[in-house]
């Protein structure tokens, strides 16, 4: 798959069914020796406007990629 067709995506965790953002409003981390996925880290919302830090979802989270959702499962979904 490639990167254009994941970031529309949304990414929901499977444990509460909360929507955590769309995979183009991040970043993908890569290992620079081997190439592979290490985790996708999107900017946390603390407010409206405001940004809280960064929430990393590692690539061993991700549970399945749909056709319109990336599901994943994050035992705390509002911190790293």
Do not use: C, H, Y
């Not at 061993?60 to 959702?69: C, E, N, P, Q, S």
Request: aromatic share 4%; glycine share 12%; no cysteine.
């Amino acid at each position: 798959m490639r990167w254009s067709e994941m970031v529309s995506k949304e990414i929901v965790n499977v444990r509460d069914g909360g929507r955590i953002g769309l995979v183009g409003e991040g970043e993908l981390w890569l290992d620079e020796t081997t190439g592979a996925i290490d985790a996708i880290a999107l900017a946390e919302r603390s407010g409206v406007f405001r940004s809280a830090g960064a929430l990393v979802i590692p690539f061993t989270a991700i549970r399945k990629v749909g056709a319109d959702l990336v599901i994943v499962d994050l035992a705390r979904p509002q911190g790293s």
